[in-house]
Structure formats: structure tokens, C-alpha cells
């Protein structure tokens, strides 16, 4: 088997810690892992690290956070709804950069998510 199975963990980037400057979120530290996959000649790896931000400085925009080529799952942790119990917002995405959280889109895809958490959450009473 060639596919990776939908929903598939296969990489986690993780920032552990942030900084605010002028409005804007920086992040202080970062984690991340991936696994190996089972149908690869070389299976079984796994590739882990951490960083830490060491200096801010002004440099050229990046030319892309994501590949759009691809399309990555998101689990956007500054999502949360304390109410229904939805911890992240997770979607689909494309673009080469990550949208702001007041994006129409993604407020429409956190409602439908918190719908979903509260029917979870009355069907298992």
C-alpha cells in the first residue's frame, strides 16, 4: 500500500511557547516529530527536535510557510469553545500562508465544529 491513510499522523509542529510584539504572535519555542512510514523501504524511523528562538531580526518575507502544492490538515489550536469542549479548529488548507483567526471561512468551519462537539457531547449522556 502506497496511500497514507486519511487523517494520518505523519508529522507535528508544536510551538511551546510565544512572545507578543506590537500586536503580532512570535513564537519562543517549537517541538516537532515524524514518524516513518510502514510502506517504505526504510520504515521505522522517527525524526524528533526542539528550537529556540535565539534573536528577531527584520528580514525579506518568506516565500511560503506551506507547500501549495499539497494540501496540509490543519489543527489550529487558538481555536477553543470551553462550552462544547472543542479544543482546536481543523481544517483543510492550500495557501502558502496560515489565515488570520477572524477569517470568515474559518469561523464558519469553528461554528460547524462546536455544533459537532455539542451533539458528541448530548449523545453520550
Same mark, same amino acid.
Do not use: C, M, Y
Given at each position: 500500500m502506497t496511500?497514507? &491513510? #486519511?487523517?494520518?499522523?505523519? =508529522?507535528? +509542529?508544536?510551538?511551546?511557547? &510565544?512572545?507578543?510584539f506590537l500586536?503580532? &504572535? =512570535?513564537?519562543?519555542? +517549537?517541538? +516537532? +516529530?515524524?514518524k516513518g512510514r510502514d510502506f517504505l523501504q526504510n520504515e521505522g524511523w522517527f525524526k524528533k527536535g526542539v528550537g529556540t528562538?535565539?534573536?528577531i531580526r527584520e528580514v525579506e518575507a518568506p516565500k511560503s510557510l506551506f507547500n501549495p502544492a499539497m494540501q496540509q490538515t490543519i489543527v489550529d489550536?487558538? =481555536?477553543?469553545? #470551553?462550552?462544547?469542549?472543542? #479544543?482546536a479548529n481543523i481544517y483543510t488548507w492550500t495557501n502558502q500562508f496560515t489565515p488570520q483567526m477572524d477569517d470568515p471561512v474559518l469561523q464558519d468551519k469553528f461554528k460547524v465544529r462546536i455544533?459537532?462537539?455539542?451533539?458528541h457531547n448530548q449523545g453520550g449522556k
Open positions: 496511500n497514507i &491513510t #486519511e487523517g494520518a499522523l505523519t =508529522f507535528h +509542529f508544536a510551538v511551546t511557547a &510565544t512572545t507578543n500586536g503580532r &504572535t =512570535f513564537p519562543l519555542r +517549537f517541538e +516537532f +516529530f515524524q528562538l535565539k534573536s489550536w487558538r =481555536f477553543h469553545d #470551553e462550552a462544547s469542549g472543542a #479544543e455544533e459537532q462537539a455539542r451533539r
